[in-house]
């Protein structure tokens, strides 16, 4: 079974921190995803990455920034939290880069205060 | 403005019966539809797909229908089962951008036993 992990299932910041959400998959996929899930908005894409050290910026990148080392773990990081960050942030790796079948986090909780 | 609509909120369906969840999309790019299922506290999970040089695709108790003309597609469920009470999310994603896979905002389907 593939598994994507994802380290904190609940965080909470203050305003103006920097904050890092880490992802881990261990199937050895190619593609890294980072999502957030707001009511009634969907799952937009943050930024991905199909290999390491590669990445390019989704739908809503602005105040994110990511980082992946090693092909296994994809990190998102909030440069300086805002309350507007306040949602479910989702990782998802994907085989193929046509992410025909994502395979996802359980997710992270992030409220900034 | 939302390339990918889900304009039922939620469903509530008597066990046994069946459930029709639609969906709707904008963009003629799409090619490729992706339903996922989301629990509680859970990442989404894939559950069926479908190409556009289909018109139905089948997998146990789901298939998914594309009218490509209408750009609708729709997921049947039967027998609805408790199990099923979950958040559906329609995806599409377009050939020359695969990586960007478009959500819905969801619809709450409850299984009334």
């Known amino acids: 079974d593939v598994k994507v992990t994802q380290s904190s299932r609940y965080l909470v910041k203050r305003t103006g921190e920097k904050v890092f959400l880490e992802c881990v998959q261990d199937?050895?996929?190619?593609?890294m995803f980072w999502y957030r899930q707001d009511p009634g908005l969907g799952l937009r894409l943050i930024y991905f990455s199909y290999d390491v050290k590669m990445k390019e910026k989704g739908d809503i990148p602005e105040g994110y920034s990511v980082s992946r080392e090693k092909k296994e773990r994809f990190s998102l990081i909030l440069e300086s939290a805002s309350t507007n960050q306040t949602s479910m942030y989702l990782c998802?790796?994907?085989?193929?880069?046509?992410?025909?079948?994502?395979?996802f986090g359980q997710g992270t909780r992030l409220t900034v205060v | 403005d939302q390339q990918v609509k889900q304009n039922s909120p939620s469903l509530s369906v008597q066990e046994g019966r069946i459930s029709i969840l639609n969906c709707d999309y904008t963009?003629?790019?799409?090619?490729?539809f992706l339903w996922y299922k989301k629990y509680p506290a859970e990442g989404p999970t894939f559950l069926i797909s479908?190409?556009?040089?289909?018109d139905k695709n089948e997998d146990g108790r789901f298939t998914v229908f594309l009218n490509k003309s209408a750009k609708h597609l729709s997921l049947h469920i039967v027998p609805s089962q408790p199990g099923d009470s979950a958040v559906y999310f329609c995806a599409a994603s377009a050939r020359t951008s695969y990586d960007k896979v478009i959500f819905g905002p969801g619809t709450s389907l409850s299984v009334i036993p």
């Open positions: 479908i190409s556009s040089i289909k």
């Open positions: 199937m050895d996929h190619e593609n």
């Open positions: 998802a790796s994907s085989l193929y880069r046509e992410n025909t079948e994502a395979f």
């Open positions: 963009n003629s790019m799409f090619d490729y």
